[in-house]
């Protein structure tokens, strides 16, 4: 496949599975084995249904959760996004201990990197700042000033 074809499906998952919330559509995209990297949240289980539930969390915490694609370079089978993400978590949001709702909005940013194969996702790799939402929560302080 192309780069601009593996583009294409990477932003398919941003539209449509993040922000259109269309989180049967993961089974489209992403291999039935697909691995999942994010040190934010180990454990998570391989395939789609994997994805489904990554995703779901934020959107079960922070209902109006938006990803905006900022900048997407593709090189072969591999696209890295870099992306920003936002909302109001108004609802639990799931994690060891859950997070009750704080009312807090919150805005971060992360780089996420998609492998592909064949038209789908095989693997990905998520890293963006964790500890930023959860200062902004409230749930864990900031430093103070040096």
């Known amino acids: ?29 992403f291999t039935a084995n697909h691995i999942y990297h ?19 969390i934020y959107q079960k915490g922070l209902p109006d959760v938006h990803w905006q694609v900022n900048e997407m370079i593709a090189d072969g089978d591999t ?19 859950p997070i009750p709702p704080t009312g807090k909005q919150v805005s971060v940013e992360g780089v996420w990197t998609h492998h592909l194969a064949g038209g789908k996702i095989v693997e990905s790799s998520n890293v963006w700042d964790t500890l930023g939402m959860l200062q902004q929560l409230g749930v864990i302080p900031t430093g103070a000033p040096a």
Do not use: H, Y
């Open 79 to 97: 696209v890295m996004t870099r992306w920003t993400g936002g909302g109001t978590q108004t609802g639990e949001l799931a994690g060891n201990p």
């Open 38 to 56: 994010d040190p934010s949240l180990p454990g998570i289980p391989s395939g789609p249904e994997g994805m489904k539930l990554t995703v779901s």
């Open 1 to 29: 496949m192309s780069t601009e074809a593996n583009k294409a499906i990477v932003q398919r998952f941003f539209d449509e599975v993040c922000n259109g919330r269309k989180l049967d559509v993961a089974d489209e995209l």
